[in-house]
């Protein structure tokens, strides 16, 4: 028999949460094929079968916590060949049902854990699915758009009507604990506003040569590179540029010195099934625009299959949130701490402004600039700002560095 212990997580993790099992107690299981996923601080993680054999004990349960190299499960080795025996020995029997357990148990196991919770909560058959992820894998959203094609079963009505009748005054309430990356948020975000001096500055951009410059090349720039023109290269190569003008802002105190980086991790902040996640774009000021719309893209997708990586997550001088893409017409964001500043990206939205003397009509989105005073002053916040403003209206400065 063989030990499944929790792997070293990453820097500084030395616990996680059983999220999922992936295999049963009696599940046939290849070498290194996962059989658990673990929730930690900031990504979920699969953790694999160290033998080939027969799933054996679950010694945690759904939901404990679990330290670094705790043993979590055994596995029986070698026993895996009996599992394709006992199958051919049900199959005779009059009920389909056993017979066909064993291929969602299998396709499952090459799904990533969002994937497997999308099934398990709409009913989709995977294998009756076709993947759009790499090597054809099920996305969730592959998932969730077979759900939403599937017909609605006839016997939907007859179940609605139960929670009526748990209720008298049809009043409900549902407790659901919190997920490990929920309760790591709320304690960093909260230490953020306890030890930040945290302030926030406004301006508004017009995002008019912008949206031109991406309609016209849109259509070339997916064609050359493979990715869809957006408006975050523009923005992370437009703070880039305005960072190395203010250092302060890509800087962190640590103790009681000050740290100031020379070059530019931006975190951007993405969604995924677990909540917000938030992957730093490495050296960000060496990119092109389609370097970081492709790197972009990548960590979007990776977030909704769950496979980002931790160290993907790591590290970050400077973050960009864009609560626009939710709808959101202003916010005061967070910082990320160590780091001393956020900017807030929103929705486009047609307004009047004032032009040579005349009103015109523009697409004007607002920024939001929160910054920790204890390292960066007003002053250097609101340039900051008016660099990036600069470099957006007039894209050209970005070509030649202004």
């Known amino acids: 028999m063989a030990d499944v212990k929790v792997p070293v997580l990453g820097e500084s993790i030395t616990e996680a949460t059983v999220g999922e099992w992936l295999k049963n107690p009696g599940d046939p299981v290849a070498l290194d094929e996962p059989i658990a996923s673990l929730e930690t601080d900031k990504v979920s993680v699969e953790v694999g079968s160290p033998v080939a054999g027969v799933m054996g004990e679950q010694i945690a349960k759904v939901g404990d916590t679990v330290e670094v190299g705790a043993v979590i499960a055994v596995v029986t080795e070698g026993g895996a060949a009996a599992a394709p025996s006992a199958a051919p020995a049900a199959a005779p029997a009059p009920t389909p049902a056993p017979a ?14 969002s994937v497997r919770r ?14 759009t992820g790499k090597d054809g894998r099920l996305t969730k959203d592959d998932v969730m758009t077979a759900a939403s094609n599937k017909p609605a079963p006839a016997a939907t ?3 609605a009507a139960a929670p009526a009748a748990s209720s008298a005054n049809g009043r409900k309430e549902e407790r659901v604990k919190m997920t490990r990356l929920r309760q790591t948020v709320a304690k960093r975000l909260k230490e953020a506003q306890n030890t930040a001096a945290m302030l926030t500055t406004f301006n508004d951009v017009d995002m008019t040569a912008v949206i031109e410059a991406r309609t016209k090349y849109k259509d070339l720039f997916e064609k050359k ?10 923005f992370v190569k437009a703070a880039c540029m305005a960072l190395k003008d203010i250092p302060g802002v890509n800087g962190s105190i640590e103790g009681d010195e000050i740290v100031y980086h020379d070059y530019c991790d931006i975190s951007v902040a993405v969604s995924a099934p677990q909540g917000l996640v938030v992957p730093v774009i490495r050296d960000a000021e060496t990119l092109s625009v389609a370097g970081i719309e492709k ?11 769950g496979t980002l990586k931790m160290e993907e997550m790591k590290g970050g001088t400077f973050t960009i949130s864009n609560g626009g893409v939710f709808g959101s017409l202003m916010s005061t964001p967070i ?8 900017l807030g990206l929103h929705r486009i939205e047609d307004r009047p402004v004032v032009r040579d003397g005349q009103v015109v009509v523009r697409p004007m ?6 910054y920790d005073h204890r ?3 007003g002053r250097e916040a609101v340039t900051f700002l008016v660099a990036l403003k600069n470099a957006i209206e007039d894209p050209t400065r970005l070509l030649i560095d202004l």
Do not use: C
């Open 295 to 305: 790197t972009i893209g990548d960590f979007g997708k990776r977030a909704k299959d």
């Open 225 to 234: 590179h493979g990715v869809r023109l957006g408006f975050m290269g523009f």
């Open 118 to 131: 999308a099934v398990l909560e709409t009913g989709v058959d995977p294998s009756t699915v076709q993947g």
């Open 157 to 159: 009505p007859a179940p």
């Open 100 to 113: 066909a357990a064993p291929a969602p148990s299998d396709e499952a196991a090459a799904l990533s854990p």
């Open 335 to 342: 910082i990320n701490p160590p780091q001393s500043a956020v």
């Open 375 to 377: 390292l960066v002053d």
């Open 365 to 370: 989105m607002y920024l939001a600039l929160s």
